[in-house]
């Protein structure tokens, strides 16, 4: 693994650590599913959710969409289908926002990065930003 993978993994462990007290104020207290096993694909979890969290350094509107790789839908279809409910969270330069994983509001793409001396273009489940709302509107 190169210096910039490693750098950007860190990144994204300490955000989760660092936002991990909010998610717990929404949801309830979460078990961080990166500490058993650090390639889960939902990082977050307890008996009612499944909660998968992405740091983007982007405004959000800056795209038409926000992704994710295509196993977190598979993963969060195995959570719904134990009865637990799933959201992605992405955290923009701008706010924290949701989207709960429902059929029919997601597509997929090629996509990925090349700037981390591989080609890690894989299918990447995309939402329209019409279906993501800010975190602070998310009632139960």
Request: proline fraction near 1%; charge should be neutral.
């Amino acid at each position: 693994m190169n210096n910039i993978k490693k750098q950007d993994l860190q990144y994204g462990f300490s955000n989760e650590a660092r936002v991990k007290p909010q998610l717990d104020n929404v949801f309830g207290e979460l078990i961080n599913n990166n500490i058993i096993n650090k390639y889960s694909k939902i990082d977050f979890q307890n008996d009612n959710f499944g909660v998968e969290y992405k740091r983007r350094r982007i405004n959000f509107g800056q795209y038409e969409t926000l992704f994710f790789e295509e196993g977190k839908i598979d993963e969060g279809w195995n959570y719904v289908n134990n009865g637990k409910r799933v959201f992605f969270i992405w955290e923009c330069n701008n706010g924290l926002y949701y989207w709960e994983l429902k059929e029919g509001e997601y597509f997929y793409e090629i996509g990925g990065r090349t700037d981390r001396g591989m080609d890690e273009r894989k299918r990447l489940a995309n939402i329209k930003l019409e279906h993501i709302k800010p975190l602070s509107e998310l009632i139960f």
